[in-house]
Nanobody, 116 residues
């Protein structure tokens, strides 16, 4: 089992920055891929960025503004969000994939609201 706890969400003005954190605990050695997803109001959940080993993948809608990183020593995933836009408003959730089990783990989500 893996537990994920997000933090760092909040209210920010357009053009501002936020850094989300996702602390992982439990059987973290099984994790091969970690990712950030978001679900805007009234819309479906979408992939924002993913990281596996040294490789990252970022959605076109946030490319150049968001950066995903992982500190393995701290078992923490980050999402640095710059130049935020009102359309970035969403609940952001952390995800971890353990292929051995296999199992998909989710955090509780953190709200990000960008005002215009």
């Amino acid at each position: 089992q893996v537990q994920l706890v997000e933090s760092g969400g909040g209210l920010v003005q357009a053009g501002g920055s936020l850094r989300l954190s996702c602390a992982a605990s439990g059987d973290t050695i099984c994790i091969s891929v970690m990712a950030w997803y978001r679900q805007p109001p009234g819309k479906e959940r979408e992939l924002v960025a993913a990281i596996s080993g040294g490789s990252t993948n970022v959605a076109d809608s946030v490319k150049g503004r968001f950066r995903i990183s992982r500190d393995n020593a701290k078992n923490t995933l980050y999402l640095q969000m710059n130049s935020l836009k009102p359309e970035d408003t969403a609940v952001y959730s952390c995800n971890a994939w353990c292929p051995v089990t296999p199992a998909d783990y989710w955090g509780q989500g953190t709200q990000v609201t960008v005002s215009s």
